[in-house]
């Protein structure tokens, strides 16, 4: 967001005191946290003359017209400031009525970048690293979020079943993803190596690996097997649901 050179209002930010607790207490994770916090901080530096529960529907859908159109704004995110503001009026203030009718962008129809099986192929191969090719081909052949790889512990392994645990996903689900039996040689193999303690991916000093090394790792091996599509890591989960579905799955 941009630097505003109004500093917060006591009442605002005791208003955000609030909201936080409320957050933590309804159990959001700390990023979806900050996002609301950050956001809804945001609307209320627009009103400097109000207090936040001052601030009327009408005065929402001036804010959301200049978003949109002085800031330009991607859909997604006004999405969130509507979602944010939406939870402070409805479960801080307890006013719902305020935030019924406030109006939501279109969805923006982007598809995602996904690469075929060949590409992923050569993506795989081009890492020597046994433990990053370990990284890439999990999150590939069990479709994980970086956060997911990541908070991946050993127990999580469920090797008799070629079963993989993921714990606390996006909104904090547990679920129970597949491990091919080339993924699990793969692994089989990075664990007699590697020897990881807890994490199954261990970054240099212990703890689980950094998200930016994985972020480098991946780009290090999309440059080497020549992919100059615009991919993340995320596209790998992607292209692991686009390859299920394609297979009939």
């Known amino acids: 967001g941009r630097a505003h050179t109004a500093p917060l209002a006591a ?4 208003a955000l005191r609030l909201m936080q607790r409320k957050l933590e207490i309804a159990r959001y994770s700390p990023r979806t946290i900050d996002a609301y916090l950050n956001a809804t901080k945001h609307f209320f530096l627009h009103f400097p003359a109000k207090h936040p529960n001052d601030i009327r529907t009408e005065d929402m859908e001036t804010y959301q017209h200049h978003m949109a159109t002085a800031r330009k704004v991607s ?30 962008p ?13 590409e992923v192929a050569s993506l795989l191969r081009s890492v020597d690293n046994l433990k990053h090719r370990c990284i890439l081909m999990l999150i590939y052949s069990a ?3 970086l956060s997911e790889l990541i908070g991946l512990e050993r127990r ?3 090797t008799d ?14 679920r129970i993803t597949l491990l091919s ?10 664990l007699e190596a590697f020897k990881p303690v807890r ?8 703890g689980a690996y950094s998200a930016r090394s994985v972020q480098a790792l991946f780009h290090r091996a999309k440059e080497k097997a020549g992919i100059a599509k615009p991919a993340t890591v995320h596209t790998l989960r992607h292209s692991f649901a686009t390859h299920l579905l394609e297979k009939g799955t």
């Open 106 to 118: 279109r969805q923006e129809r982007k598809l995602p970048t996904v690469l075929s099986e060949t």
């Open 199 to 206: 994490h199954l991916f261990e970054g240099p000093n212990g």
């Open 156 to 158: 999580d392994l469920v």
């Open 75 to 104: 859909n997604s995110h006004l999405n969130q400031v509507v979602n944010a503001v939406r939870y402070y009026y409805m479960n801080v203030v307890g006013d719902a009525k305020r935030v019924t009718f406030i109006e939501r």
């Open 143 to 145: 479709g994980l979020r």
């Open 181 to 190: 039996p080339k993924a699990m040689a793969t692994v089989d193999a990075y």
């Open 11 to 14: 009442v605002q930010v005791e």
């Open 161 to 174: 079943r070629q079963q993989l645990l993921v714990r606390g996903g996006k909104g904090n689900k547990d």
